[in-house]
Nanobody, 123 residues
Framework: QVQLVESGGGLVQTGGSLRLSCAAS????????MGWFRQAPGKEREFVAA????????HCADSVKGRFTISRDNAKNTVFLQMNSLRPEDTAVYFCAADRAGWTNRRGDYDYWGQGTQVTVSA
């Protein structure tokens, strides 16, 4: 049974930082591309960042470029999202997801999803 469990969310002021973690179990972690998505109230779930199987390649949405960094530790079956210079518009539930075929920006390509962690950025 595959499980993805996010942690690290919370309330932070504008300009602050948070580091999200996603611990995976029940799958061969290094064989999956990993992604982070987010969903704000009343909006569709959107791509944030994704990273390749070995961690050597990553990409992110233009809205977070230069502020967010995705990384992974395959020895610990964990993917991270370092979020700096947070803005109120970053407020959302953040989800990690696993893709057995790649590391795209398309929600439909991902096979497994976590339950999400809330990030709230106050003005």
């Amino acid at each position: 049974q595959v499980q993805l469990v996010e942690s690290g969310g919370g309330l932070v002021q504008t300009g602050g930082s948070l580091r999200l973690s996603c611990a995976a179990s029940g799958l061969t972690f290094s064989s999956y591309g990993m992604g982070w998505f987010r969903q704000a109230p009343g909006k569709e779930r959107e791509f944030v960042a994704a990273i390749s199987f070995g961690g050597g390649t990553s990409h992110c949405a233009d809205s977070v470029k230069g502020r967010f960094t995705i990384s992974r530790d395959n020895a610990k079956n964990t993917v991270f999202l370092q979020m700096n210079s947070l803005r109120p518009e970053d407020t959302a539930v953040y989800f990690c997801a696993a893709d057995r075929a790649g590391w795209t920006n398309r929600r439909g390509d991902y096979d497994y999803w976590g339950q999400g962690t809330q990030v709230t950025v106050s003005a």
